[in-house]
């Protein structure tokens, strides 16, 4: 059961990256204004006042859906080494690096967007680059004259800005009250998209759902916010919103290792070792004695060495009939002699098994089957997709309760492999249904014709066994079937070891191990819905 568990998998995942969404413009050189298209400051950032009954109450400055964390008026002016991203000179742009992966929208989508993320592996900050060639602030801002003259030296009012934002962002894999891997991002207002006819949009209308403190910018009377009409923007839908038209994502070392566990590994040795020692020990202690492998074997060993018990059976002797007449009236041996009808009966195979053992046996199989079927049906009621691949808690979805304790990857392994158990029984219990339908038929068609026996170590006409005791059209498609199922069990129900700051460890799904693993390491136990589906449809 620990065979498949001592060795697994490690791969990495990290949440911190920097999203910049800026227009196609800026990939060749052009002027850039932090803070963007958004002029989002923590002054404009609020959320509800703590007293309803006016805006006199304090402000609590938030960072959510927006990333963070989010400059102020003198951190955009500011030039220092504390604020390197911060500043209205072209250094403190966030700028490429030759090393930039092209990204198609679909590819960016299915990395970087809050509805999709699933923790970074090969990838790190992205810049998202849209239609168009930039914006002006005279053109898409109405701001009161006090608010234009203070962002004038952040960023200038008739400018082309080919930046609409950068922020740092974050994501992390939680689990819901379904028992999903979901991920959440702490930019969800930035990178609010949509589909448009089989691309990707950024809506800005979300960069402006939350509570701001307007008075700051607009003038007197005058609609606060974006001027939506702005030829700066493309409307689409009734929504005002960016097409991407691709992502450069700068690479990031991933690293996938393979691991290993001690003391699973050390389970194994022992494992083998006594199984290795209880070889030595039947074939030490069998010696010379012949095998009772075959059903040949059993005839040969009767009629060679014959017990005094067994001088009783076989054919009809003198002997026998002698010391019977003692008992002749209750002897079924002696009958009146007189002419009789044959009564044709037809015998099947599964005659050679007594009911009782068919009954036990379906009902063995039957429970797996009800299993396997309830589980499917319990997955896709939670909406866990179709989905194979296991490489991350995000891809296999549906998760399990964790273990909240030290040593919690040793007691996964044995909860994930449990059922393990059941397909070594499985295979055990057809096998021998099998063979005592082979020893039926064997024994059978002895009254046929002149058989040979069929021993472990022939002699004269003797036959010899089969090399997998059974013939190669049942042993090698029960072997088969025993893979596939061991197989399809390890990726229907299995642990996920993951190393990085991605999952949020602690409460239900994802736990630490302190006795096996570094502190960075997460353990989850996951289903898959797929490989379920195939062991239930293969038994």
């Not at 080494?81 to 966030?94: C, E, K, R, W, Y």
């Not at 393979?258 to 074939?283: D, G, H, T």
């Not at 089957?369 to 319990?378: N, P, Q, S, T, V």
């Amino acid at each position: 059961m620990v065979f498949n568990s001592a060795v697994f998998p490690v791969n990495t995942l990290m949440s911190d990256h920097r999203v910049t969404v800026a227009a196609e413009s800026f990939v060749r050189n052009a002027d850039a204004f932090l803070p963007g298209a958004s002029l989002l400051t923590e002054r404009l950032s609020v959320s509800e006042p703590k007293n309803q009954g006016g805006y006199e109450s304090e402000w609590s400055n938030t960072t959510q859906d927006f990333g963070g964390p989010i400059p102020d008026f003198q951190d955009l002016l500011s030039t220092s080494d504390t604020q390197p991203l911060l500043g209205d000179n072209a250094s403190a742009v966030p700028t490429l690096s030759k090393n930039a992966a092209r990204l198609s929208p679909s590819e960016c989508y299915s990395i970087y967007a809050p509805q999709a993320c699933a923790g970074l592996r090969d990838f790190q900050d992205v810049f998202i680059i849209t239609r168009g060639d930039g914006w002006k602030r005279s053109d898409l801002w109405n701001l009161s004259d006090a608010a234009d003259e203070l962002w004038e030296p952040i960023v200038p009012r008739n400018k082309t800005n080919s930046l609409w934002s950068s922020t740092q962002c974050e994501m992390h894999g939680k689990a819901d009250n379904r028992r999903t891997s979901v991920c959440r991002s702490s930019c969800n207002g930035v990178l609010s998209f949509f589909e448009v006819k089989g691309s990707w949009a950024i809506d800005l209308r979300s960069w402006y759902t939350s509570p701001w403190n307007d008075t700051i910018y607009s003038s007197s009377g005058s609609e606060f916010g974006l001027r939506y009409s702005s030829a700066s923007l493309q409307t689409r839908y009734n929504s005002t919103a960016l097409e991407v038209l691709y992502c450069l994502a700068e690479p990031r070392a991933s690293i996938c290792a393979v691991a290993l566990s001690r003391p699973l590994l050390l389970v194994v040795v022992i494992s083998v070792s006594v199984k290795l020692l209880l070889c030595i020990v039947v074939v030490w202690k069998l010696g010379s004695e012949e095998p009772l492998v075959t059903l040949g074997d059993a005839i040969a060993s009767f009629i060679s060495a014959q017990s005094d018990g067994e001088a009783d059976t076989g054919p009809l002797t003198q002997d026998f009939v002698r010391s019977s007449t003692k008992n002749k009236g209750h002897n079924v041996g002696y009958r009146l002699l007189r002419p009789m009808r044959w009564v044709y009966h037809r015998s099947t195979k599964a005659s050679a098994i007594p009911p009782e053992v068919w009954n036990a046996t379906s009902w063995a199989l039957d429970i797996g089957i009800f299993l396997a079927g309830g589980c499917l049906i319990a997955q896709m009621g939670c909406g866990i997709p179709l989905r194979w691949i296991k490489l991350s808690a995000h891809e296999a979805k549906g998760l399990l309760s964790g273990f909240n304790i030290e040593n919690s990857f040793i007691l996964s392994v044995i909860v994930v492999n449990s059922p393990q158990l059941y397909i070594s029984f499985w295979y055990m219990t057809y096998n021998s249904i099998i063979t005592r339908l082979e020893m039926g038929r064997e024994w059978a068609l002895f009254s046929v014709k002149f058989r040979p026996l069929r021993v472990t170590r022939p002699r004269g006409q003797q036959t010899s066994t089969y090399r997998l005791q059974l013939p190669y059209k049942y042993s090698i498609s029960l072997l088969v079937m025993s893979v596939i199922l061991h197989w399809l069990v390890s990726n229907s129900l299995f642990v996920l070891i993951t190393r990085g700051d991605y999952y949020s460890v602690g409460g239900f799904g994802f736990a630490t191990d302190s006795v096996n693993f570094a502190a960075d390491i997460t353990i989850a136990m996951a289903v898959s819905s797929l490989p379920d589906a195939a062991t239930f449809l293969t038994k």
